[in-house]
């Protein structure tokens, strides 16, 4: 029998109060609909389907990779109404795994157990229950003396008793294809808006006496969320999760609260991440490395034993043994050879610096090639952009550039070449391989003493 995941998308969360709809708002790195879209994939689901409203069915595709089948429901009418849209592509019977966009703490071990315990029981209907300190305003789950499921009351209709239950429907679900089609087909509308919803189909199907069983779930993965109060407690919970994969593999995390670790980031064993860290995107950070404290890293890949000390690195690749800070800023478009050092207030930006250059002091290279063993002095400059353009500036092996120099882009530094302290090198100017230049504008010093008059 073929599993279907299906994904609730359509709502918009007016209650967020932000213009990104609740699908898409972003959780450690990743639009908060992927971590269900996770979830289904590592139980092994490979068919899914998103229900979505009109307006949002641009942004899923954009914001969402890979992006699964979408479907429309054009006015939103109720859970129940989205999933009977399935029924024109789910055709035959089939196992109907559904999952709430907005349900991010679900795992692939939560939803191989609702199906385990769904094919074990030849159910029509099980879903997640969870017991919470405080279920207020979730739907509670209603059992009989055997423990059987009686009902699922939400609590606008529930009584003072029924308050106090504390078991409460987490909101996943496997259904039993065609029978959860004809299920919502006799479910009545309810409400101003004539919505349908789903709990009713579990409330019919007990009426039905159909096999309905429950699977327990941690009471974290029951966190739904409405607010943004409640998208940062669930952002808290699977900060933890994420911080705490990385400690099992050999990361260590000297301040967990403090640190913030984007869940598609990688970390090899060994490495150190000291308070007020936060690795962001897509990066990916090698072994044996010392991050922070207060640095933050983002989409950018750092090989082994780098260092990186209250600094900003963002788009780059940084080499092995590499040492960034403090307050340095590397912004996009770097690459760092192995050994090279950017150091107190340097900054850098689409430039490549080869193996063991020296930047260490409040120096800007912009749109630069530095060759290997170059040193860049301190507060020496690039100046690449005339106003309209940005132009490049090449800088060759052992080059000594001295502090307080310009090289006014485009320019090109030979090898072992020397430019003096406060020299400025004007646009379109080679200084030659050996050669040393001083002054304003930058001169040949050629070693030749002058004769006596």
């Known amino acids: 029998m073929e599993t279907v995941g299906a994904i609730l998308a359509a709502g918009r969360g007016e209650r967020m109060r932000i213009s990104t709809p609740k699908p898409l708002i972003p959780m450690l790195g990743r639009p908060l609909i992927s971590y269900a879209l996770d979830a289904l994939r590592g139980a092994g689901i490979t068919r899914i389907i998103t229900i979505t409203s009109p307006a949002m069915r641009g942004e899923l595709v954009r914001s969402v990779h890979p992006c699964p089948r979408l479907i429309v429901q054009p006015v939103p009418r109720g859970t129940g109404e989205a999933v009977l849209r399935l029924k024109a592509l789910v055709r035959g019977p089939a196992t109907l795994v559904i999952i709430n966009a907005d349900d991010p703490i679900f795992e692939p071990s939560h939803i191989r157990a609702l199906l385990a315990a769904h094919r074990r029981d030849g159910a029509a209907v099980t879903f997640a229950t969870a017991k919470v300190d405080d279920p207020a305003g979730l739907g509670r789950v209603l059992r009989d003396p055997s423990g059987m499921v009686t009902n699922i009351v939400e609590e606008s209709e529930a009584d003072d008793e029924t308050r106090r239950i504390r078991e409460i429907n987490a909101g996943l679900y ?70 705490s994969c990385l400690m099992n593999a050999g990361v260590i995390v000297d301040d967990p609260a403090s640190v913030a670790v984007e869940w598609d980031v990688r970390v090899g064993a060994g490495t150190r991440l000291l308070p007020g860290t936060q690795l962001r995107g897509t990066s990916s950070v090698g072994r044996e490395c010392e991050i922070g404290p207060h640095s933050v890293v983002t989409d950018s890949v750092l090989g082994d034993r780098v260092k990186v000390r209250s600094s900003w690195v963002t788009g780059s690749r940084v080499s092995p043994g590499a040492a960034i800070g403090p307050f340095a800023h590397v912004r996009p478009g770097c690459v760092l050879g192995p050994d090279s050092r950017v150091g107190t207030h340097a900054e850098c930006v689409r430039t490549r610096l080869g193996r063991r250059v020296l930047m260490n002091h409040f120096s800007y290279l912009g749109d630069a ?45 030979g090898d072992r070449a020397v430019v003096g302290a406060g020299a400025v090198v004007p646009a379109r100017r080679t200084v030659p391989a050996g050669a040393k230049y001083a002054g304003v504008p930058a001169r040949r010093i050629t070693g030749k003493k002058r004769r006596k008059a």
């Open 174 to 243: 496997a259904f039993d294809a065609p029978a959860i089609f004809n299920l919502l087909s006799e479910v009545k509308p309810a409400g101003a808006r004539k919505e349908i919803y789903l709990t009713r189909a579990v409330e019919l199907a007990i009426a039905r006496d159909l096999t309905v069983n429950t699977v327990a779930v941690p009471s974290e993965a029951a966190i739904g969320i409405n607010n943004l109060a409640e998208a940062a407690l669930a952002s808290a919970v699977l900060q933890a999760r994420k911080l």
């Open 369 to 413: 090639v530095v060759g290997d063993g170059a040193n860049i002095g301190a507060g020496a400059i690039v100046a690449n952009y005339d106003g309209k353009k940005k132009w490049p500036t090449k800088i060759g092996r052992n080059a000594f550039i001295g502090s307080g120099s310009v090289l006014v882009a485009p320019a090109r530094v």
